[in-house]
């Protein structure tokens, strides 16, 4: 019982980096993506080739994998970011399914569709963690980096331009915003964090494959922003945590078919989803009513 | 001969993708509303021809169940999750959203009723003929196009000679023109949801002969559908056909070249190199503003 | 922003043979004109004159079909809106595009930081800032509201802070677009008031407006436009005085 605790919070938190990194795109630039599952994925698949490779130190495979995730990131934000959000959606979609390809074909570096084992552990100046209750520290710290960045980037004048975008896009211009330029830094930054979370992920299971960074999976970030609270600071972490939790309770629900518990889950949250941007726009957390997240003009 | 088989195919994709987009399309270029479960729509016509088909009513009744399931579906759409969301100032946001979580619901549910796997409507239609040496066509393949052809044909007649029609035309633009007309604009979304979704019923039933059906495809309709619209420029029916037959054709031509999981690959390729280089898309408006 | 000085015979923004259409309408019919410095020179006309895209063509919200727009002798017509903003053209707009979901203080403070990358400020700097946006607050009577969530505020506010945005910046040309409609007599006065003080410091304004009680006590200048075309440039008196002209304003208002 602990020991699937230990496992969920450790979860928990990774999904939390995921989805307060998405948070920072969606709620604050207003830029909706359906390919943050692809930056998970580069992040875990760049950090493993690296430790499997050249060296398991944190101090490598993270940097690495941030400069992977933010140098990709740029394929898709630089031609999808000069035009309407619309766009966005679509290229991101269609980035999402390609990689998905890729990272199933490339097996040179992502072992292909039977992906990557023996992953080494994390090695932070010669000691490895590996054990559950000294990874935990890991992420959590690591989540609480991630926020503190992500808030001091919100609260700073780089924030307030992408509320700005958020709110209007042609009113930020024409005080002097350089829109495309301001939303293209935030994807960067955000893909960069994204694949920390990749590499906490891939070297907590020591076992990656295409299967965790599928579009289900970009699906799922989005749901937890939104159920969340889109634009808060904590909704993304509750959403998170709501998400990973509804599995176990809906398997303590006797009636329920077992084998369905995937199905019921992703049901819930689609439906709550719809729900919520008719009732409650903004989210659990977020105010009642968000009047213009993504204003159009 | 491969090439002219190849193109064959293609067209016969290119059929299907354009029926899919245009009808998304459609609902997007006249309403504005970011109708993401349209791939949705697209799932519960194909399952519920199969269903209806399958259990031995024949292919007729198969048909209307699965036009009356989209229509309903995609009026029910508008009226319970888009009228609502409008009601107070829905932006972008909030109407994709709401339309996803609705897609991950029926993805979900069909995969309950009829399991995740892929399932295969049975017909003789999809048998190969040889047509010349080494050139082989099933039927289903002169039938897509067909079908293509007598629903845009009816559509192009719809909107140019019809009120409704003309209404539906300048929604965008200018609601209150529509009012005008004496017409009422919900009336006309709401026409432009039953149109749209009518629109992916052929290419459903085909695509669930030809490939096979899977609850998860609805993500790929998407993505054919809204590559489309782009590529044939945002708001322009005639450019999204000719962009769904574009990527129809690409893709099957492409395999010439390439092995087939990276089919998709070519798609998100044209998509890519439309929003580099010409955002406004085939026959679009500005895309900037 | 510039902050180089010229005298207040010096053009700054001018323009020559201006067109655009959209779809075979004329909107802006070979507009010319100069905008001096430190003169307030008002757009009058019908709705659809072209005044709203005159204001866009400046700023690069929309791109010319011919003609040319200098600023400061320097040609500008393939400028982006923010490359606009930059060199110190600053604009409203008519439905105001606020930051709803930003508080006032927020709203103001963002108008005054055009940097794109993320930034330290030094203590002078937010020190300097500030001081603006306190600036701007105090003028247009928003000081308690500064916590308030724009979409919160009332109508005349909204109107006020998009003002505010402006009045912060250190911009040398104000593009107004219907700043004062629908104003009370009190929030004119001050709308006025702020007008007065700001020209009188070396701002060039450019006003479409059409309440004509406002025009005569603020133009210096009066540009009355038709169906895209200019129809007649200058002084007050003359222009509203015009027969032919009222019967056009005032034949499309009735």
Same mark, same amino acid.
């Given at each position: 019982m602990e020991a699937y605790l230990l496992n969920l919070a450790i979860l928990i938190s990774i999904y939390s980096i995921l989805a307060v990194t998405l948070n920072f795109i969606m709620g604050y630039a207003g830029i909706y993506s359906l390919a943050h599952a692809v930056f998970f994925g580069i992040g875990a698949y760049a950090s493993s080739y690296t430790a499997l490779n050249f060296s398991a130190s944190i101090f490598i495979t993270l940097p690495v994998a941030m400069a992977i995730g933010a140098a990709l990131s740029l394929v898709l934000a630089l031609p999808a970011l000069r035009v309407r959000g619309e766009y966005f959606v679509a290229a991101s979609l269609g980035l999402q399914v390609l990689a998905v390809t890729i990272f199933s074909e490339?097996? @040179?570096? +992502? @072992? @292909? !569709?039977?992906g990557l084992i023996g992953i080494p552990p994390v090695n932070i100046a010669g000691l490895e963690i590996y054990k559950p209750g000294e990874f935990i520290f890991l992420t959590v710290v690591t989540l609480i980096v991630v926020l503190v960045v992500i808030n001091r980037l919100v609260h700073s004048s780089f924030g307030r331009s992408l509320q700005a975008i958020r709110d209007s896009e042609s009113a930020a211009a024409a005080f002097g915003k350089n829109v495309p330029l301001i939303k293209t830094i935030s994807v960067v930054i955000s893909a960069a964090l994204t694949a920390v979370a990749g590499a906490l992920y891939a070297s907590y299971l020591a076992f990656i494959n295409v299967e965790s960074f599928m579009l289900d999976t970009s699906v799922l970030i989005m749901a937890m922003v939104i159920i969340g609270g889109t634009g808060t600071q904590a909704g993304p972490i509750v959403g998170a945590a709501l998400l990973l939790l509804l599995p176990s309770v809906i398997s303590y *629900?006797?009636?329920?078919?077992? +084998?369905?518990i995937g199905s019921i889950q992703q049901i819930i949250y689609g439906l709550g989803m719809a729900l919520l941007m008719i009732y409650r726009p903004g989210g659990i957390i977020g105010r009642k009513k968000v009047t213009s997240a993504g204003g159009s003009k | 001969m491969l090439a002219l088989q190849l193109a064959i195919t293609g067209l016969q994709t290119g059929a299907i993708y354009a029926l899919t987009a245009v009808g998304f399309s459609l609902i997007f270029g006249s309403t504005r509303i970011f109708h993401f479960s349209h791939g949705a729509t697209f799932i519960i016509a194909a399952y519920l021809f199969y269903f209806v088909d399958v259990s031995g009513y024949g292919v007729i009744p198969a048909i209307l169940a699965a036009a009356s399931g989209a229509i309903v579906f995609g009026l029910l759409m508008y009226r319970f999750i888009y009228v609502p969301i409008q009601r107070d100032e829905g932006s972008f946001f909030t109407v994709f959203v709401a339309s996803f979580g609705i897609g991950i619901v029926v993805q979900n549910v069909i995969g309950m009723v009829f399991g995740r796997g892929y399932v295969a409507v049975q017909t003789s239609l999809s048998k190969s003929v040889e047509l010349a040496e080494g050139l082989y066509v099933a039927p289903l393949a002169w039938i897509a196009v067909l079908c293509a052809t007598v629903f845009f044909a009816a559509l192009w007649y719809f909107l140019r000679f019809s009120t409704t029609g003309m209404a539906l035309r300048a929604l965008s633009d200018n609601p209150e023109l529509v009012r005008v007309f004496g017409l009422n604009p919900k009336f006309i979304s709401a026409c432009a949801f039953a149109i749209g979704s009518l629109l992916v019923v052929p290419a459903a039933i085909i695509s669930g002969a030809t490939q096979g059906l899977n609850p998860a495809m609805g993500h790929h309709v998407m993505l054919i559908s809204l590559a489309a619209t782009i590529v044939g420029g945002i708001g322009s029916v005639p450019g999204t056909l000719i962009a769904g037959l574009v990527l129809g054709l690409a893709e099957s031509l492409a395999l010439l070249y390439v092995e087939s999981q990276w089919t998709e690959a070519v798609t998100f390729a044209i998509l890519f190199l439309f929003i580099l280089l010409r955002p406004s898309g085939l026959l679009g408006r500005s895309a900037t503003h | 922003m510039t902050d180089t000085h010229t005298s207040s015979s010096d053009v700054l923004l001018e323009i020559r043979g201006l067109n655009k259409s959209f779809g075979g309408v004329k909107a802006v019919d070979e507009v010319s004109m100069d905008l001096r410095a430190g003169i307030v020179t008002t757009l009058v006309g019908p709705n659809g004159a072209g005044k709203t895209t005159f204001f866009n063509l400046i700023t690069g919200e929309l791109t010319k079909d011919t003609g040319s727009i200098r600023w400061l002798g320097q040609k !500008? $017509? #393939? !400028?982006?809106p923010y490359q606009a903003a930059r060199k110190g053209i600053l604009r409203t707009f008519q439905d105001l595009r606020l930051f709803n979901d930003m508080t006032v203080e927020e709203n103001i403070l963002t108008s005054i930081e055009p940097m794109s990358f993320p930034t330290f400020r030094t203590r002078a700097q937010r020190a300097e800032q500030q001081e603006r946006v306190e600036y701007a607050l105090e003028r247009t009577g928003l000081a308690d509201k #500064?916590? +308030?969530? =724009?979409? $919160? *505020? =009332?109508y005349a506010e909204r109107k006020f802070l998009s003002m505010a945005r402006i009045l912060a910046t250190d911009a040398r040309l104000w593009l107004l677009d219907e700043p004062a409609s629908g104003l009370d007599p009190q929030s004119y006065d001050r709308f006025l008031d702020i007008l007065r003080v700001e020209v009188k410091k070396g701002v060039t304004v450019c006003i479409i407006e059409h309440n004509l009680d406002i025009v005569i006590s603020i133009s210096d200048r009066i540009a009355f436009l038709d169906r895209g075309r200019l129809l007649a440039d200058g002084d007050p008196e003359t222009v509203l005085n015009d027969p032919e002209l009222t019967a056009i304003y005032f034949g499309e208002r009735a």
């Open positions: 490339w097996k @040179g570096v +992502t @072992g @292909g !569709i039977g *629900l006797d009636f329920l078919p077992q +084998t369905e | - | !500008i $017509d #393939r !400028i982006k #500064r916590h +308030t969530l =724009a979409n $919160d *505020l =009332a």
